[in-house]
């Protein structure tokens, strides 16, 4: 992959973090959830919603992604996916009550639900056909090593910072 322009590279890299950012957004909640729910006065009952909200929102909107990027463009859809998960992550982090993060959770998932298959879509775009197996390798790696950091991570900073770092 040396050999592919700068600006290919660059573009990879973006779509590596991507799915490393999304994966690991699927499991880094999960150990933050208790902290989460004395901090917003909540049952830990009721945090399940935390989750359900992001996972059932990607699977809702993963269908309509590759559609998306059909209509409007696929790096015009995997910016907008960007955008909107980094703008969910924001909104979680300063989330005070249950219903915000959940709202932004929604928000998080409708990103998250996006950047992955868009990301594969970018990466077939602008990667000759025999590069393209290296190329996916290297962008869907960190999307592999995410839920594996994820619960570590999510415990790690609410044990030394809080809940709201799991966001940013």
Not at 67 to 82: C, H, P
Not at 132 to 141: D, N
């Amino acid at each position: 992959m040396t050999d592919l322009p700068a600006n290919v590279r660059w573009q990879l890299w973006i779509v590596a973090f991507g799915f490393f950012m999304q994966s690991l957004d699927t499991t880094i909640v999960n150990t933050a959830l208790p902290s989460m729910a004395k901090s917003l006065g909540e049952s830990p009952l009721h945090m399940h919603m935390v989750i359900v909200a992001y996972v059932l929102t990607v699977a809702v909107m993963l269908p309509a992604s590759g559609w998306l990027a059909d209509k409007m463009g696929v790096r015009n859809i995997f910016f907008t996916a960007i955008v909107l998960f980094t703008a969910g992550s924001l909104f979680c982090a300063r989330a005070e009550t249950l219903n915000e993060l959940v709202m932004a959770r929604v928000l998080q998932g409708v990103g998250g639900a996006m950047m992955v298959p868009v990301g594969r879509l970018t990466v077939m775009k602008i990667v000759p056909r025999e590069q393209y197996m290296a190329a996916m390798t290297f962008v869907t790696l960190p999307g592999q090593v995410g839920p594996l950091l994820g619960p570590a991570l999510g415990g790690v900073l609410v044990e030394y910072a809080s809940w709201h770092w799991i966001f940013l």
